[in-house]
């Protein structure tokens, strides 16, 4: 059974700091990106940052500077460090897996965690 469990989600006021984790188990197959999303009420999810098995990153403009998209490959775990906060960044954040150009493709998503940023 897959899981992917969140954490970090919470409450923090604007300039603060926040560090997502997501750690995947039962997947028996290599996950070659992980990454976050994001989806604040009323508006579609988007990316916020992936990286791959190798340690490419990749960045919504909007993060870029702020945000530290890392991972544990021996733990199958992603890590979303946040800083200088914005109430802009308020959302539901999702922790996405996957291997996308492989024989067998698949892809996860994490139930979502929330974070509030105030003012």
């Known amino acids: 059974q897959v899981q992917l469990v969140e954490s970090g989600g919470g409450l923090v006021q604007a300039g603060g700091s926040l560090r997502l984790s997501c750690a995947a188990s039962g997947i028996i197959f290599k996950i070659n990106a992980m990454g976050w999303y994001r989806q604040a009420p009323g508006k579609l999810r988007e990316l916020v940052a992936t990286?791959?098995?190798?340690?490419?990153?990749n960045y919504a403009d909007f993060v870029k500077g702020r945000f530290t998209v890392s991972r544990d490959n021996t733990k199958d775990t992603v890590y979303l460090q946040m800083n200088n906060l914005k109430a802009e960044d308020t959302a539901v954040y999702y922790c996405?897996?996957?291997?996308?150009?492989?024989?067998?493709?698949?892809?996860?998503w994490g139930q979502g965690t929330l974070v509030t940023v105030s003012e």
């Open positions: 996405h897996v996957g291997s996308l150009y492989v024989a067998v493709p698949f892809e996860y």
């Open positions: 990286i791959t098995t190798e340690g490419s990153t």
